[in-house]
């Protein structure tokens, strides 16, 4: 095709928009952008849509105009600066000899975005030709203050490669493992096995294609934080359609609630209650909390929501005190330059699942405590050894 053909065809796509919803209380976290419309633009699927350009030296192109596109798109939304806005990205663009970073970040700006807000999705459509060099790409993109997540998680061999050597913010399992979860106990293992690894390496995790209330509750059981598909919502071109919630598992498991009711007193008791700092505040605040209490060793940062999206280690802190001009240079960097990613599980979880979490990495030492999505404490070692003990002696 032309450049002109191209020109005419990409007037004619659209992006429909699928919500993602927290689990537990149903409040939207996000929308994925999904594009529309390519019958319209001369094309027999999606997929053609991405393969003609790629084969047409033109994908980045394209690309960028379908960003600029989907965030215009993104932004009819009246709540939009308070959601994530997922965007699939195709790893071919970094074989485009136009390739090029920063222009994002442009397009953004111009909508008062906030860039932790806008989550690249990277899939197994297409096998990566240098896992280094994709990685190089998303680590970039991760330390300009964007999110990162694996779609499809599951559909092909690679993955775990993937999980391996990218450091992903969340992972979105593949609907050939959520559908009918609820009839197989195959899945079910595999499905808590993968909750329970995301979880430990800090990242959250999106159950695709959810499409029964038997479905949502056993993801909503095994620990997924997130969910997305036709039992929530189809993708909407009427962005006015979309909710701030969405009331749509009432029902519940009323001996799955009663187990958990059992050890959440015990949790919430051990849980430590740790002062929190926003995302916005400045490291002149960082370095007063810990310089006037001491007994502190971990800042749990949250959003403007009380959403916890990080923590900063004291730790860390000493190892640019300890340097020459490192207090001048710290001062210089935002919270996000310094905070590490956090691990987090609602409260509602059990005292054994914190253990296994602790059991992976000797390196962690500490988990946030979450109740509806929103910050609610810290467990560390110490303090989960006191539920323990609580709760051998019942």
Request: include cysteine.
């Amino acid at each position: 095709m032309t450049i002109k053909e191209w020109e005419e065809a990409s007037k004619l796509l659209d992006f429909a928009f699928q919500p993602i919803i927290y689990v537990n209380n149903q409040e939207i976290y996000g929308v994925e952008a999904l594009l529309r419309n390519h019958e319209k633009a001369g094309f027999k699927s999606i997929q053609e849509v991405f393969d003609k350009a790629y084969d047409d030296n033109i994908l980045y192109t394209l690309d960028l105009f379908l960003r600029k596109k989907a965030l215009l798109r993104f932004s009819e939304i009246n709540f939009f600066k308070d959601i994530k806005f997922f965007y699939n990205l195709d790893n071919r663009v970094l074989e485009m000899p136009n390739f090029s970073m920063g222009n994002t970040e442009k397009i953004i700006e111009k909508f008062g975005m906030n860039k932790n807000s806008f989550i690249f999705e990277i899939s197994e459509k297409h096998n990566f030709k240098n896992i280094s060099s994709i990685n190089n790409l998303l680590t970039v993109y991760k330390e300009r203050g964007y999110n990162i997540a694996i779609d499809d998680f599951g559909s092909g061999y690679s993955n775990l490669q993937k999980l391996f050597h990218i450091e992903v913010d969340i992972l979105k399992i593949d609907r050939f493992f959520i559908n009918e979860i609820d009839k197989s106990s195959k899945k079910k293992v595999f499905l808590a096995s993968i909750v329970n690894l995301v979880h430990s390496l800090g990242g959250k995790v999106v159950a695709e294609g959810v499409e029964t209330l038997e479905e949502y509750l056993i993801c909503r059981k095994i620990g997924c934080d997130l969910v997305q598909g036709f039992f929530v919502e189809k993708p909407l071109l009427n962005l006015s359609k979309i909710q701030k919630n969405y009331n749509v598992a009432l029902e519940s498991d009323e001996k799955y609630d009663t187990f958990k009711l059992a050890e959440r007193e015990i949790i919430e008791k051990y849980t430590l209650i740790h002062q929190t700092l926003s995302i916005n505040n400045s490291i002149d605040l960082v370095l007063k909390m810990l310089k006037d209490n001491k007994k502190i060793d971990v800042i749990p940062i949250v959003d403007s929501k009380n959403k916890p999206i990080g923590i900063i280690k004291e730790s860390s802190i000493k190892e640019y005190l300890l340097t020459p001009f490192g207090k001048e240079i710290l001062k210089r960097k935002q919270i996000s330059d310094i905070m590490n990613n956090a691990i987090a599980f609602d409260i509602n979880t059990t005292i054994n699942k914190l253990i296994e979490i602790f059991s992976f990495d000797d390196n962690i030492e500490e988990i946030i405590i979450t109740e509806y999505s929103q910050y609610f404490g810290v467990v560390t070692k110490d303090s989960l050894i006191k539920m323990l003990n609580e709760k051998n002696m019942y």
